[in-house]
């Protein structure tokens, strides 16, 4: 998804209720909108099977996922934002009782394109790094065969590690879930 700006300031109420009319989704960030691009078919063939393995797995367990349409509140920073996948091991806190938008996300998954690869490893990191309840933040690529995790450790810094090789086994640790990498790309032919 890339991200287009809008040219005024918008205060947050404007912004939700223009959201809940709208035909895409848009991001809000300090008074300002931004609208998400379409996503390619590599891109969702990762968030179906990645939802898949997860929700099947979590099945009778205590934590939840959520496809992008719950937008998820950062108040430490504003923004508003509809990641890929969202998963939530507590009850959901709503922002203001809304049932659009959530604010204590535990594990955040988001499939890189070319157009958002930089944003989604760099700045928007650097965001959800406000959200206290974030434990892990992966990324997948749907370019190559690349899983990406950032862990939240007791000191509070991010420890980082790559897995490039589809036999590879991966974990979500918060939730305790192996999987192995070439199950998120099932049905996935990588453009040249």
């Known amino acids: 998804m890339s991200a287009i700006t809008a040219s005024k300031y918008i205060p947050i109420e404007d912004y939700l209720a223009t959201e809940e009319a709208a035909q895409e989704k848009h991001e809000y960030y300090k008074g300002e909108v931004f609208a998400m691009a379409g996503a390619g078919i590599a891109h969702n063939r990762i968030v179906r099977n990645a939802t898949t393995e997860i929700d099947n797995f979590l099945k009778g367990k205590p934590c939840e996922i ?34 659009d938008t959530a604010t204590n996300p535990t594990v955040i998954i988001e499939v890189l394109s070319k157009s958002t690869q930089d944003y989604d490893r760099g700045s928007k990191f650097k965001l959800y790094r406000d ?16 899983v990406e995790k950032y862990k939240k450790q007791a000191d509070n810094k991010w420890q980082f590690t790559a897995y490039n090789k589809g036999g590879e086994s991966f974990e979500i640790e918060t939730i305790e879930l192996a999987v192995v990498i070439n199950s998120f790309y099932r049905g996935v032919a990588f453009q040249e």
Do not use: Q
Not at 67 to 79: A, F, K, V
Not at 131 to 146: A, G, N, R
């Open 66 to 99: 959520f496809p992008s349409d719950l937008r998820i509140y950062i108040e430490g920073n504003s923004l508003f934002t509809y990641p890929d996948l969202t998963i939530f091991c507590e009850p959901l806190k709503m922002f203001k009782n809304r049932t």
């Open 131 to 146: 959200l206290p309840s974030l434990k892990e933040y992966i990324l997948i690529s749907s370019t190559e065969v690349l």
